[in-house]
């Protein structure tokens, strides 16, 4: 834990005081969303401070040019920025003509932040005495619509406590923004148009060389002590600003309001050339609701996503805030709505790692979705790589690879790969085998294997061809081994046969044989038209179970483990519980040589394999495993602690998963890796989910039936959650002494329980 200024509440996260050093990490731990678009939690006045400016739209990005000092061939030509759009949040204030700024203020006094999670809203208040010796009170509110996701409301009101002022408004759009996240300093959006209409306004731009076009729009009303007043505006504006300013007198202890809608209207989903009359509807619609309006259906919207996302904690306040957070954020980047679109590890709330979709998708994401959203969703996630799979050909292709092999990339837009650090790039191959166990998991969850011959099979003969190709035969070792890899520990770069990777090499290989088998049987149409595309050859499946048969897994028989890599033990095996407090996080305060060279573990990587494919070791090699290899394990990658989690409480070690699950949950809250400014870690609040479900409460899918063996911290006295389970709503309730499931209408569904079965009619309970 590095931080320890959010106030515990369960539905809430809360600072109270206002200091300038964490006004950058709360900018982003108060960041808001709605699926389509977002913005970090920057103050709606100015700020001359430290602060990360940043409002973010979905599939907007920018294919920054690649900056290596040793340009290699197969390298991607860009890196895709996930774009600072024009931002509409700003409202200048002056009160008397001195600008309202919390770093100039003589004074800033009840400064309170709220992000209430079960409303879908960002509150603040503070009272502020200026230069000029005006003290106010300030309160402000805003959301970004779930059911307008177009649209954004800002409600904010100064109210002066000392005297009669003067106070303006100057709400405004600008286009004139930059990215803190940028190779080479280039112009991001080109500027067409700025222009007004009465209150409303409007900035049409286009990013450069990708084109997308989006119309950024407001329109203003106004209040005093909540009537609804009319006032003239004055116009502030250059070639990529626009402001409308309104001045009026108001009486002391009086309070001045503005409602400010906003939002960005882009060509993802309107005509380019008709943004502007787009948008002129978005603000009437928001206009005729109104701010109350707006807001009462923002809590009805996610009064729905909580019924069934929710996970409740007992008896432990700072868990309980730590797993709604998660899962507030992960419903603010995605929503299933898009096919599109995909989860960004950063979301909206920062530019760090460029991209909107990683294998953490498929690895965490897809099952927190699965469960609570529906079949339809997780569906989505998967097509999302089918519909990548000709770039997927073409990107394994500039590497050399031939006759239809896919390489996904590691970080893409549009499939294409754009990550430009070679070791990631080149050689972290596991991402390939990850979009095949998100197949697995998705036909094991929803019964739906209807995906693998309409799309699925495609991804998986253009994945197997693929390893078969990346592998070597070994006449020393008489087995195929795959050399110069990644794995994802990251702390080991070009490594030989990363267990992990080969592992996943040789499942995957499996895989494919047994459902081109499968398909060719069952589904005797769909093989034939899949044959003719990829024209596949019989001799294929041979080769592939040969490689598969013949694949070399390093194995110590001193140390009675599976080996991260060959040279694993070379290293000089010093224990985190050895390196000083003062030398974490590594990545901060050592050398990569340095790193590279120590045994310490960034992530689970042997034990990633152990729990992917759980069923193919006993829980003795499970504990003998995770034994020798956590504690060499740093944790500083946020996909770390959630397997840890779920791994230590399968083997019972629950203080060890209690502490884990504290981490992965609060991983942002306390900023355990020290980096929280730079944006939260999205992806990894699906492994927090994750971490709970089938960590404590044991959920797996065992012989085609949804299995459970629960477990609880001391520190807890109860938890429950929801499954969509093919469809049907199962409520999971675990307590000291018992745990409850019910079954909402449908049929009767079978359960294992501690690995008996049971059965849970529809519409009742089950206790066990």
């Known amino acids: 834990m590095n931080q ?4 515990p509440a369960p539905w809430a996260i809360i600072e109270e005081g206002f200091e300038k050093d964490r006004v950058k990490s709360s900018e982003s731990l108060f960041s808001i969303g709605n699926g389509a678009m977002g913005q970090r939690a920057n103050f709606e006045e100015e700020y001359s401070g430290k602060t990360f400016q940043g409002s973010y739209i979905g599939g907007v990005y920018y294919p920054d040019k690649t900056r290596v000092g040793w340009w290699k061939n197969g390298y991607p030509e860009y ?4 774009l600072n759009a024009p931002s509409w949040i700003g409202i200048k204030v002056k009160v008397d003509g001195e600008s309202l700024d919390l770093n100039t203020a003589k004074r800033v006094s009840n400064f309170r932040r709220e992000l209430n999670m079960k409303e879908g809203w960002l509150g603040r208040s503070f009272e502020a005495e200026l230069q000029n010796g005006v003290k106010l009170k300030v309160e402000s509110k805003r959301f970004l619509s779930l059911a307008h996701d177009e649209i954004g409301a800002i409600h904010y009101e100064v109210t002066p406590l000392n005297k009669d002022v003067s106070i303006s408004y100057e709400p405004y759009l600008d286009s004139g923004i930059t990215n803190e996240d940028t190779n080479w300093d280039d112009k991001f959006w080109n500027t067409l148009s700025v222009e007004e209409d009465g209150n409303k306004a409007y900035i049409t731009a286009h990013t450069m060389k990708t084109f997308f076009y989006v119309c950024t729009a407001m329109a203003n009303t106004f209040t005093v002590d909540g009537k609804e007043i009319s006032l003239t505006l004055s116009t502030n504006k250059s070639d990529t600003y626009i402001g409308h300013v309104y001045e009026t007198d108001i009486r002391e202890g009086e309070t001045f309001g503005i409602q400010k809608y906003a939002g960005y209207i882009t060509s993802f989903n309107h005509d ?8 002129q509807k978005v603000l009437d619609t928001a206009l005729d609701a109104g701010f109350d309006n707006l807001l009462a259906k923002q809590k009805e919207d996610w009064a729905e996503i909580w019924s069934m996302a929710d996970i409740v904690i007992e008896g432990d306040v700072r868990a309980q805030q730590g797993i709604r957070f998660n899962i507030f954020h992960l419903n603010q980047t995605y929503l299933g709505k898009d096919s599109r679109l995909n989860i960004g590890p950063k979301g909206f709330t920062g530019e760090k790692y460029g991209g909107s979709t990683y294998w953490d998708t498929e690895a965490y994401c897809l099952h927190f979705y699965m469960a609570t959203k529906n079949q339809d969703v997780a569906r989505s996630l998967l097509t999302y790589r089918y519909n990548h799979l000709t770039k997927a050909i073409e990107n394994a292709a500039k590497l050399g690879f031939k006759d239809g092999a896919a390489l996904y990339p590691m970080v893409t837009m549009n499939g294409e790969e754009c990550h430009n650090e070679w070791e990631i790039t080149f050689e972290e191959i596991h991402r390939n085998g990850a979009m095949i166990f998100a197949i697995r998991d998705y036909v094991k969850y929803t019964g739906d294997y209807s995906y693998i011959p309409e799309k699925g099979l495609e991804v998986i003969i253009g994945v197997a061809r693929f390893w078969k190709q990346r592998a070597t035969w070994s006449a020393q070792k008489e087995n195929y081994v795959i050399l110069g890899v ?18 996943l090499a040789k499942w995957c290989l499996e895989y494919a044989v047994e459902h ?5 049987k069952e589904f005797g149409s769909d093989y034939k038209r899949i044959v003719g595309q990829t024209e596949l050859k019989d001799e294929e499946l041979k080769t592939w179970a040969e490689v598969a048969d013949k694949m070399y897994l390093p194995y110590s028989e001193e140390k009675g483990v599976y080996l991260q890599q060959d040279s694993f033990l070379d290293k000089e095996l010093v224990t985190v519980a050895d390196l000083p407090k003062s030398e974490r996080p590594i990545n901060q305060k050592w050398s990569w040589d340095r790193i590279l060279r120590s045994p310490y573990i960034k992530q689970a990587d042997t034990l990633q394999a152990f729990y992917v494919f759980e069923d193919d070791f006993s829980e003795e090699q499970l504990k003998k495993h995770f034994d020798f290899y956590e504690p060499f394990t740093v944790h500083e990658s ?17 203080d060890q998963a209690y502490a884990f699950y504290l981490r992965t949950s609060r991983l942002d809250l306390d900023d355990y890796n020290k980096e929280v400014h730079e944006g939260l870690h999205i992806t990894s609040m699906a492994g927090t989910w994750m971490s709970v479900v089938e960590g404590f409460g044991g959920m797996r899918i065992k012989d085609n039936t949804l299995s459970f063996d629960p477990k609880m911290p001391d520190a807890w006295d109860g938890f429950s959650f929801k499954l969509n389970y093919r469809d049907q709503i199962l409520k999971v309730a675990v307590g000291k002494n018992k745990t409850v499931f019910t079954l909402n209408e449908g049929e009767d569904l079978d359960l294992l329980i501690n690995g008996k079965q049971v059965t849970v009619s529809a519409g009742s309970s089950v206790e066990v």
């Open 638 to 654: 946020s996909l770390s602690p959630c397997v840890h989690a779920i791994q230590a409480a399968k083997l019972g070690q629950m």
């Open 516 to 520: 081109c088998k499968n398909v060719a």
């Open 486 to 503: 990644t794995g994802p520990n990251e702390y080991e770069n070009n490594v030989n046969n990363n267990f992990y990777t080969n592992y």
């Open 4 to 7: 320890d200024y959010i106030v």
């Open 79 to 82: 890196f895709a920025k996930v």
């Open 272 to 279: 380019q050339n008709e943004l502007k009359q787009a948008a």
